[in-house]
């Protein structure tokens, strides 16, 4: 045989997993094993807490005694346990005012990656365009791809706060776009998408006829009162949007893998007609546990009231650095530093590396856009100081290097 690659289709051959990759690509591979061995800290999984214990007692209580009574051992429903497809339906009624049939519009994944690329899978034929703005989460590029669609980035501007222009979209809308592909709020960024945007984007959508996919994943941690509105509730973006969530991210609970995916119920017939094929299930035990972190509201109102602190005090730390830019996270757990005047995302991403011992991700997986940034978990570690700490060890290694570079 030449080579087994020749045998494969093109939208596969030219992925890699990073295999022979070490640090670029920190999601995947060997490489950030290999860095926890040699004592780095890793602040480049979007995992809040990351790598500290994180599982609420009342879960944990729930799941020993599903684990005692034996029950985990079996398969759950592969459109998911039907109480945890209650417990979202109770979720989004609370979160949004939509009321949803936990029958018919509502599907649980693996984690909301799975149900990014499965959101999609009804709709991409060879050759369809999806938009997706830039800079946004990588598995948002790759996924119209893997399904033999045309990934058509759309640049953000920070000039406009991250905020999504319609010109941008109307520029790059063609015969063939299929989809839009929001992340809301918008990781590597952390913009919540603003009422008034949405409205247009919506707009937009209907006029020319598209799909949206909405990632919501970290929909759960809004900060400054800002409103975060879910775009399926938008009159007229019901019947043609798909929102992917996911309950791990939100809840401090990326391990359990789970997440959700809630549409029309014409689209969910379809879902539900593939779900074992593509999905499998998700696993029991941890469906039992993610039904008490949705009921429990008090563990988001604590997850909250964390990371809020958090981002204030990550945000004291580097807000007097003259040498970079740096905007007041408006979600979740990442801050989006502009290291420009520093070097490339790559440059900058190896120095502190190498001086504070500490793993950041480059912008430039996130798209062009996200040259001359660096994302930073800050809402790792459970302990505020031990958090402190690492994001000075960064500040000290960006003020070296600006005054390195006579910045
Ligand atoms: C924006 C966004 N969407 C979806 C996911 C997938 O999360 P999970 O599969 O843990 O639900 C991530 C993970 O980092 C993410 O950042």
Not at 136 to 162: A, C, I, Q, R
Not at 307 to 327: A, P, T
Request: proline content about 5%; charged content about 25%; glycine content about 8%.
């Amino acid at each position: 045989m030449k080579d087994i690659k020749e045998k494969m289709n093109s939208r596969f051959s030219s992925l890699k997993g990073g295999l022979f990759e070490t640090v670029t690509k920190a999601d995947v591979g060997e490489g950030v094993g290999k860095l926890i061995e040699q004592g780095v800290d890793i602040m480049a999984w979007a995992d809040p807490f990351f790598p500290d214990p994180s599982i609420p007692d009342s879960v944990k209580k729930v799941m020993v005694e599903a684990l005692e009574d034996g029950f985990p051992s079996h398969y759950s429903m592969p459109i998911g346990k039907f109480e945890l497809r209650e417990a979202i339906s109770r979720k989004i009624q609370r979160t949004t005012g939509l009321q949803l049939d936990p029958s018919r519009n509502i599907i649980v994944t693996p984690g909301s990656d799975s149900g990014l690329l499965y959101a999609m899978m009804p709709f991409i034929s060879p050759g369809d365009e999806v938009l997706v703005p830039d800079p946004s989460y990588p598995s948002n590029f790759l996924n119209p791809k893997l399904l033999g669609g045309v990934t058509v980035p759309v640049p953000l501007h920070s000039e406009d706060k991250w905020q999504l222009s319609i010109e941008e979209l109307e520029k790059r809308v063609s015969d063939k776009t299929k989809m839009l592909v929001l992340c809301h709020p918008n990781n590597p960024t952390t913009t919540v998408f603003r009422k008034d945007v949405l409205e247009k984007v919506a707009k937009f959508v209907i006029k020319h006829d598209l799909v949206l996919v909405c990632d919501q994943a970290f929909e759960d941690h809004i900060y400054d009162g800002i409103e975060f509105i879910a775009p399926a509730t938008i009159e007229g973006m019901w019947e043609r949007t798909v929102t992917v969530c996911s309950i791990s991210k939100g809840l401090g609970l990326s391990g359990f893998r789970i997440g959700y995916i809630y549409a029309d119920e014409k689209i969910m017939d379809v879902l539900y007609g593939g779900a074992v094929n593509v999905l499998g299930a998700s696993a029991t035990v941890t469906s039992i546990g993610a039904i008490k972190a949705l009921d429990d509201e008090s563990i988001l109102k604590d997850i909250n009231l964390r990371l809020e602190r958090r981002r204030n005090l990550v945000h004291e730390v580097f807000k007097d650095n003259q040498s970079i830019r740096i905007q007041k996270s408006e979600s979740g757990f990442l801050t989006w530093i502009d290291v420009s005047r520093l070097g490339t995302s790559s440059e900058v991403v190896a120095h502190i590396l190498e001086h504070a011992k500490i793993l950041v991700n480059e912008g430039t997986p996130y798209g062009k856009q996200g040259e001359g940034y660096i994302r930073i978990v800050t809402g790792c570690f459970a302990d505020d100081e031990r958090a402190r700490e690492a994001c000075e060890r960064i500040n000290e290694a960006l003020k070296a290097l600006a005054k390195k570079k006579g910045v």
